[in-house]
Nanobody, 128 residues
Framework: QLQLVESGGGLVQPGGSLRLSCAAS????????IGWFRQAPGKEREGVSC????????YYADSVKGRFTISRDNAKNTVYLQMNTLKPEDTGVYYC?????????????????????WGQGTQVTVSS
């Protein structure tokens, strides 16, 4: 059974950092693209960053470029999202998702392929 579990969220001041983790089980992790998506109250879900299987190519939303870094450790079946220089507008519930479909990171984050399976989400609040 495919399972994704997010962790690492919390309350942080503007300018601070957090590292989110998405631990996966129940599937061949190496072959799956993984994405981080967030949803803020009253806003549509946004593809924040995605990482492809195979070459681990990445995609970042313009709003987080230069501040967030996505990475994957296939040996640990885990994807990380390092978030630096956090802003209040980064506040939201962050979800990871996984798809076994062949896709680019950009296409996955942009919703051009089915999202596949989701984790339960972790809350990130950026506030002074």
């Amino acid at each position: 059974q495919l399972q994704l579990v997010e962790s690492g969220g919390g309350l942080v001041q503007p300018g601070g950092s957090l590292r989110l983790s998405c631990a996966a089980s129940g599937f061949t992790f190496d072959y799956y693209a993984i994405g981080w998506f967030r949803q803020a109250p009253g806003k549509e879900r946004e593809g924040v960053s995605c990482i492809r299987s195979g070459d681990s190519s990445t995609y970042y939303a313009d709003s987080v470029k230069g501040r967030f870094t996505i990475s994957r450790d296939n040996a640990k079946n885990t994807v990380y999202l390092q978030m630096n220089t956090l802003k209040p507008e980064d506040t939201g519930v962050y979800y990871c998702a996984a798809t076994g479909r062949i896709t680019t990171a950009h296409y996955y984050c942009s919703g051009y392929v089915p999202f596949g399976s989701w984790g339960q989400g972790t809350q990130v609040t950026v506030s002074s």
